[in-house]
């Protein structure tokens, strides 16, 4: 679309967030929600194929990318109330809310606790509950992740989330952008996100909800989606062949037209 903007906002909640905003001032608004340990950039290939009819907002989440970096605050819950916060912000009553990952998190919280605020919900890469072998794992690892955090390792946990080869040029902005992080916010997102666990309030989700699931996915199982299926009511599951866990870098021609598609149906 070519007309993507820059901006910050000191939210009521605390942070100075920066962000990225697309589309008509009178579009249909889609709030996007970043995974770990990512920024706006995760959604960047999917802003220029979607329509001028859609008002864009892409957070750098408080602590990542460009936003401020304060020293507490990094539980699911203040995540979702800066998302709130956000909205107010920008004089938004109602957006769609897409997480990706640790952002889906974020948009059920959202969800669950201000439901007046989804107009709809996609989530992206999500799980019943993010605490897994696989990020147990990986939260053992960065106990003894130094600071600042290594490029290798950097690039080597982001090329582990993908199943599809990514263009150079964005991959290496990936990396570069998940650097931002010091490691104690590595470390303390990743505990914080893990020790969340809304599985019994899944019920509570009333807005029109999809799913995007990559088959390929190392971190959630198809029997993790066929359970929020079942837990969300009235939710759809989308599953995309030999695709990972970031369906948004790895497919964005196919979530852009899935999201645009789920939009004029709900």
Not at 117 to 128: F, N, P, S
Not at 139 to 168: G, I, K, Y
Not at 243 to 253: D, K, S, Y
Not at 254 to 264: K, P, Q, S, T, Y
Request: charged residues 20%; aromatic residues 10%.
């Amino acid at each position: 679309m070519g007309d993507l903007r820059f901006a910050t906002v000191r939210l009521a909640t605390g942070p100075q967030i920066h962000y990225a905003e697309q589309g008509n001032a009178d579009g249909d608004p889609i709030l996007f929600l970043h995974g770990w340990p990512d920024s706006w950039f995760s959604f960047s290939s999917i802003l220029p194929l979607l329509s001028h009819r859609v008002h864009a907002f892409v957070l750098d989440q408080r602590g990542f990318g460009d936003s401020e970096a304060l020293d507490a605050g990094y539980g699911i819950d203040e995540f979702a109330a800066d998302a709130v916060a956000f909205l107010d912000a920008v004089s938004i009553e109602r957006a769609t809310i897409v997480g990706h990952s640790f952002g889906s998190f974020v948009a059920r919280h959202v969800a669950i606790t201000n439901p007046e605020r989804v107009a709809r919900l996609v989530l992206i890469g999500t799980g019943v509950s993010a605490a897994t072998p696989v990020t147990r794992e990986v939260q053992a690892t960065l106990m003894e992740l130094p600071d600042p955090v290594l490029v290798e390792f950097a690039r080597d946990f982001q090329a582990s989330t993908a199943h599809v080869p990514l263009p150079e040029s964005f991959f290496e902005r990936i990396v570069a952008e998940s650097l931002k992080l010091a490691a104690w916010r590595w470390r303390g997102v990743l505990d914080a996100l893990l020790a969340y666990d809304d599985t019994e309030q899944l019920s509570r989700i009333v807005t029109p909800t999809l799913l995007i699931w990559g088959e390929r996915d190392v971190l959630f199982s198809r029997n993790d989606q066929d359970r929020l299926v079942t837990a969300i009511r009235g939710s759809k599951l989308l599953s995309y062949p030999e695709t990972g866990h970031c369906p948004n870098w790895e497919r964005p021609q196919r979530v852009a037209a899935d999201l645009e598609a789920f939009i004029d149906q709900s």
